[in-house]
């Protein structure tokens, strides 16, 4: 079984400032890693994800992620936020099983960003 | 944008009536997935399918039940609804092979609510 944790349900931040998400996962296999963002009445939309290679990934809006396999973690940042990146943001994994593609979500991290 | 599609957008139904979501998509994926979504627990799934005729139930099955008689659609039915049911039902769509065959592609959500 896997499971993720996102251990901040709301993160306020002013615009232009840096910012970081947190996300800590478990599982006894290997895992694929994800970063989904949600817009107010929207579905998601992914931002990154990690399959393998280069621990550091880049994602759309300027968005980049670390994976961290000794700390099961995979925190979400970005260095300069603005008030359009306000939004729910969803730390998912995946165990990579070839007949089993289903994600397994964290709770959420709302992002508020104040001018 | 991946081309799904999910119907109704909003319903209203009464406890113990039976409700069918329709999923549809453009894309000939072959993996399709129903989720759930609510307040502090981020997105749970349903029920998944692997093909045609081919599926299997996920994390929070009870009270549900899916069909797919063609690649392109993907049917949730709520054989009796419940209050507990009340959510917003997302399908997502990923494909069998290739560099993207991890990531899941989202539809807009159904808003269900069960008086």
């Known amino acids: 079984a896997q499971s993720v944790t996102q251990l901040d349900s709301q993160v306020p931040v002013f615009e232009e400032a840096p910012v970081e998400l947190r996300c800590n996962y478990s599982?006894?296999?290997?895992?694929?890693l994800f970063w989904y963002v949600q817009y107010p009445n929207q579905g998601l939309q992914l931002l990154l994800k990690?399959?393998?290679?280069?621990?550091l990934v880049k994602g759309i809006n300027g968005f980049e992620a670390e994976f961290n396999k000794s700390q099961t973690s995979f925190h979400l940042r970005k260095p300069s936020v603005h008030i359009s990146d306000t939004a729910e943001y969803f730390c998912?994994?995946?165990?990579?099983?070839?007949?089993?593609?289903?994600?397994?979500f964290g709770s959420g991290t709302r992002l508020q960003v104040q001018p | 944008d991946a081309g799904i599609t999910q119907s109704p957008r909003h319903k209203v139904t009464e406890t113990g009536t039976p409700v069918t979501l329709r999923c549809h998509q453009t894309?000939?994926?072959?993996?399709m997935y129903w989720y759930r979504q609510d307040p502090g627990h981020g997105l749970r799934l349903i029920h998944y399918?692997?093909?045609?005729?081919?599926?299997d139930k996920g994390e929070v099955s009870d009270g549900y039940s899916v069909s797919r008689s063609k690649t392109e659609d993907f049917l949730l039915t709520l054989e009796s609804a419940t209050s507990s049911q009340t959510s917003v039902y997302f399908c997502?769509?990923?494909?069998?092979?290739?560099?993207?065959?991890?990531?899941?592609?989202f539809g807009p959500g159904t808003r269900l609510t069960v008086t």
């Open positions: 894309e000939n994926h072959r993996y």
């Open positions: 998912a994994v995946s165990g990579g099983d070839t007949g089993r593609r289903a994600l397994t």
């Open positions: 997502a769509i990923s494909e069998s092979s290739g560099s993207r065959s991890y990531e899941q592609y």
């Open positions: 399918s692997y093909g045609v005729k081919d599926t």
């Open positions: 599982s006894s296999v290997s895992v694929y």
């Open positions: 990690y399959l393998s290679g280069s621990t």
